[in-house]
């Protein structure tokens, strides 16, 4: 969660620690073992019936024979769904797509097997926790909260400020009223915890919670291998 948590995962997929095969949609860029998803990895669209005005009448399930394959060709493989809040919103908890999805995210539990390098992995990254079912909070092993740091330089009066995505939107410089501002020196803040539960305590309690906190300094040699743009299409046929 927070910003700067695709280009960290970014940064893991091209780090390549676990050796293992991950499926995402991240449109990443020469990134080994990286493998771009498409809607019909997931969702099967099957016509069966067609009306008297022609109309084909559709519908949705799991293409679970894809993700079987999978299991059997790696054995052991990742899996990053990033703006998931887009993709499976609890508030459509009753619609086709939604069930489809559900019904994926638990397949996944089943078939992301183990290898040497111990079990796959399902991420999931979103910026509306509270929209992803509470089923599916419950049952994380890990949250990650980012915190992206970062300079704003004024090219008319020169005057150089720090901020973080956690601050009000800065677009006019307070000191000469100029619009003309450049980001540089990114930095992301992480902070992990072991469960929902210890999240919670931390962001809506500002107990301790989490298990470790530390800083990525070098993110911005990852920005060049992906592209900002995601599956805009999973929500709707």
């Not at 908890?93 to 397949?107: C, Q, R």
């Not at 956690?166 to 992301?188: R, T």
């Amino acid at each position: 969660m927070g910003s700067g948590k695709t280009a960290c995962l970014v940064r893991e997929l091209a780090l390549n620690e676990d050796s293992r095969h991950t499926f995402s949609n991240i449109i990443t860029k020469k990134i080994k073992n990286n493998h771009v998803l498409e809607r019909a990895n997931i969702v099967h669209k099957e016509v069966v019936a067609v009306q008297k005005n022609g109309k084909e009448v559709s519908k949705l399930t799991l293409n679970d024979k894809f993700w079987k394959e999978l299991h059997t060709k790696y054995g052991s493989i990742n899996v990053c769904l990033d703006e998931f809040h887009t993709l499976m919103d609890s508030r459509r908890s009753s619609s086709a797509l939604n069930k489809v999805l559900s019904d994926f995210t638990f397949l996944l539990r089943r078939i992301l097997g183990s290898n040497n390098s111990g079990y796959g992995t399902l991420t999931i990254i979103t910026q509306l926790l509270n929209s992803i079912d509470v089923r599916m909070r419950n049952l994380a092993t890990e949250i990650h909260y980012h915190i992206c740091h970062y300079h704003i330089y004024c090219k008319k009066c020169g005057r150089t400020i720090e901020h973080n995505n956690e601050l009000p939107d800065y677009s006019v410089c307070e000191a000469c009223g100029g619009n003309k501002l450049e980001v540089s020196n990114h930095i992301i803040e992480k902070y992990l915890f072991q469960s929902i539960g210890a999240y919670t305590s931390w962001y809506e309690f500002g107990q301790k919670g989490y298990y470790d906190h530390y800083y990525v300094t070098n993110i911005i040699e990852y920005f060049p291998l992906f592209d900002t743009f995601q599956w805009l299409n999973m929500i709707t046929d």
